[in-house]
């Protein structure tokens, strides 16, 4: 039998969780008084997903496609918006779109999650009331996760890093 949770509990829980900052850097397009993140912004969230598609063979798998969707990233209006439009419009190639979960650890801001993605090109911008979105295709990503406990040290790192053109996965 579950145990139903009360509207405060689950409150509660959020508010423990520690807070936190989506920010994107790349090619002096954004900026911020972050301190050690002045090249960045702060965006709202991503859609970020790799799809393996297949089908089975009686109880093994067989053939399968593996697609990597464009990232599309939604965030306030701001004076970045000018640029992306110009580099969708150009067709312009930015050799690196960075992405950054940061936090205050303690003393220091840390990252805990970065995705780097390589030879890119914004596909597509919008507005939806007071939010942008924009998207990008990517020849090549790194995807990477920190640990820390719960006195603020690094516990450990563990990163994919996957060229969509080749296929080709490197793990560590």
Do not use: H
């Amino acid at each position: 039998m579950f145990t139903e949770l009360a509207p405060n509990d689950v409150k509660d829980d959020i508010d423990n969780l520690p807070s936190y900052k989506w920010l994107i850097s790349s090619d002096k397009i954004f900026s911020s008084k972050i301190e050690k993140f002045t090249n960045c912004a702060e965006f709202l969230y991503m859609e970020f997903q790799v799809a393996r598609f297949g089908t089975f063979e009686g109880n093994k798998f067989a053939e399968s496609i593996v697609a990597a969707n464009d990232v599309k990233i939604y965030m306030r209006p701001g004076s970045y918006c000018a640029a992306i439009q110009g580099k969708m419009a150009a067709g312009t190639v930015i050799s690196k779109i960075t992405l950054q979960k940061i936090v205050s650890n303690f003393s220091a801001v840390v990252v805990l999650e970065e995705k780097t993605f390589s030879s890119c090109v914004i596909q597509s911008f919008s507005r939806i009331k007071e939010t942008v979105c924009f998207s990008f295709r990517y020849a090549s990503y790194s995807d990477s996760y920190t640990d820390y406990g719960g006195d603020g040290s690094k516990i450990g790192t563990s990163a994919v890093n996957v060229d969509v053109t080749k296929w080709e996965i490197k793990e560590s």
